[in-house]
């Protein structure tokens, strides 16, 4: 079947109530596992690629690659999206391409490293929902700043610096028009999020929740959302690699999400865990080998399995077959005619 518009994903998402898994990709074997993951537990799938990513693979090796993976499994809705945007020009460029949605994160500056004015996240978001909407491309928005640094992209810091005001939430979903909405609730991107495991004083649940409240249809996105677990690092150490200890996002947490209105869960570090304690281990059982398809074998593998138990664990297993895709010219006539809402309702305080 054609690519998706994740809208589309996301509003079946929030009819079924489950959450829909964003896994970020830069070469062949993770689209495959990706690929191999939704098909073995029939689910729905966002891709994603960050501007490092785009990068690292160039666009059209990756773009063409994402084609194919929609091409050789027709019965897979998938949605492509840019990770991470940091301007008009790279998400105009994702739409030229053929993404079918886009993040705008104009939390932060051009830079991707300078939190910004709420006026120039409003600004900047807000003309990208006009550009996209017209060709049926869906716009996520972020606001409040996640924690860490992913790809030379972000603020650095704890991910409690710059939690989101639901207040503030409300006034950017009615003045941008986004499709989905991160919000920052003391996550960050990358292995390190927290020295223990998170209670309610670094994983801000509570701020998510009072959010979903003030916003009950809007489609919440949580990034930073590996759980980075135990078992993936310990394989990662006793194949010579050198992780300090550390947590991630308990799944529960997650779950607990997508139950207050969390459609959209971002997910890119556990997958390389995964990799490359696959790859160490065949390198030090094993040094004799040298065909890259013995240790790339079992890193597409280990990086499945972590993507479909994910895949059960936010829900979307088995919903795969539940709708047929709105072709992306018909979307952009749903967002001109407004039968494709681009106004939040908002619930009193
Ligand atoms: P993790 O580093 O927790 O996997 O988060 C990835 C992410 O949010 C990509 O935008």
Request: glycine fraction near 10%.
């Amino acid at each position: 079947m054609p690519l998706v518009s994740m809208r589309q994903l996301l509003d079946e998402a929030a009819k079924g109530g489950y959450g829909v898994g964003a896994f970020n990709v830069n070469d062949m074997e993770q689209i495959q596992a990706i690929m191999m993951a939704a098909k073995e537990t029939k689910s729905p799938v966002i891709v994603q690629a960050s501007r490092g990513a785009r990068q690292f693979a160039e666009d059209l090796y990756l773009f063409r690659l994402i084609q194919a993976a929609a091409e050789l499994n027709p019965d897979i809705p998938i949605a492509m999206h840019q990770d991470h945007g940091n301007s008009f020009e790279t998400c105009k460029s994702a739409i030229t391409l053929g993404y079918t949605s886009v993040m705008m994160d104009g939390s932060l500056k051009e830079d991707g490293k300078t939190p910004s004015s709420f006026e120039e996240n409003v600004e900047v978001t807000r003309r990208v929902v006009d550009y996209a909407h017209e060709r049926g491309v869906t716009v996520e928005g972020e606001i409040g700043v996640l924690g860490g640094v992913e790809d030379g992209h972000g603020a650095g810091g704890s991910g409690l610096d710059h939690i989101t005001d639901p207040d503030q939430a409300v006034e950017f979903a009615e003045r941008t028009g986004v499709d989905a909405l991160a919000i920052a609730i003391g996550t960050s991107h990358g292995a390190y999020k927290f020295t223990k495991k998170p209670d309610g004083s670094v994983l801000k649940m509570d701020v998510l929740i009072a959010i979903h409240k003030r916003l009950p249809k809007t489609h919440l996105v949580m990034h930073g959302s590996s759980s980075v677990p135990k078992d993936l690092q310990d394989i990662v150490n006793k194949y010579g690699g050198n992780l300090k200890e550390t947590w991630g996002v308990p799944v529960e947490e997650i779950q607990l999400g997508i139950r207050n209105g969390v459609r959209k869960v971002n997910v890119d570090t556990d997958n390389r865990l995964a990799i490359t304690g696959a790859i160490r281990k065949v390198f030090a059982e094993t040094p004799e080998k040298f065909d890259p398809r013995d240790y790339m074998k079992p890193a597409r593998e280990a990086m499945k399995k972590v993507v479909a138990q994910r895949m059960v664990e936010f829900g979307q297993a088995g919903h795969a077959g539940d709708y047929s895709p709105i072709a992306i010219a018909e979307i952009a006539k749903g967002y001109k005619d407004g039968s494709l809402s681009t106004q939040p309702l908002v619930a009193a305080k």
